[in-house]
């Protein structure tokens, strides 16, 4: 069982940065990726970025390249999610996910993760 609790989400300006933390507790040696997602209103829950903790290699979607830039830190068990010139689109509950074990899994898919936290509120202004 991995434990997964955000933090950091609240609203801003258009232009302006949030930075968002997940810190995970429990079997975290059983992780092998993390990742965050978004679900807006009406919306299906979608990919933002993952990383993998063996090698720090990163996947983002397209529409946060460039913006956003998640990094972990494995002493404390945090990843981070650095968003930078945010948008009102990128208006959402934000989601941090584990995938468990240490078998490699496509990063992109909801349905590839096995634990989540309760999710954090970014809100941007226009």
């Known amino acids: 069982q991995v434990q997964l609790v955000e933090s950091g989400g609240g609203l801003v300006e258009a232009g302006g940065s949030l930075r968002l933390s997940c810190a995970a507790s429990g079997r975290t040696f059983s992780s092998s990726t993390m990742g965050w997602f978004r679900q807006a209103p009406g919306k299906e829950r979608e990919f933002v970025a993952a990383i993998r903790w063996s090698d720090s290699t990163t996947y983002y979607a397209k529409s946060v390249k460039g913006r956003f830039t998640i990094s972990r830190d494995n002493t404390k068990n945090i990843v981070s999610l650095q968003m930078n010139s945010l948008k009102p689109e990128d208006t959402a509950v934000y989601y941090c996910?584990?995938?468990?074990?240490?078998?490699?899994?496509?990063?992109?898919?909801?349905?590839?993760?096995?634990?989540w936290g309760q999710g954090t509120q970014v809100t941007v202004s226009s």
């Open positions: 996910a584990a995938q468990i074990g240490n078998r490699l899994r496509t990063p992109f898919h909801v349905s590839m993760y096995d634990s």
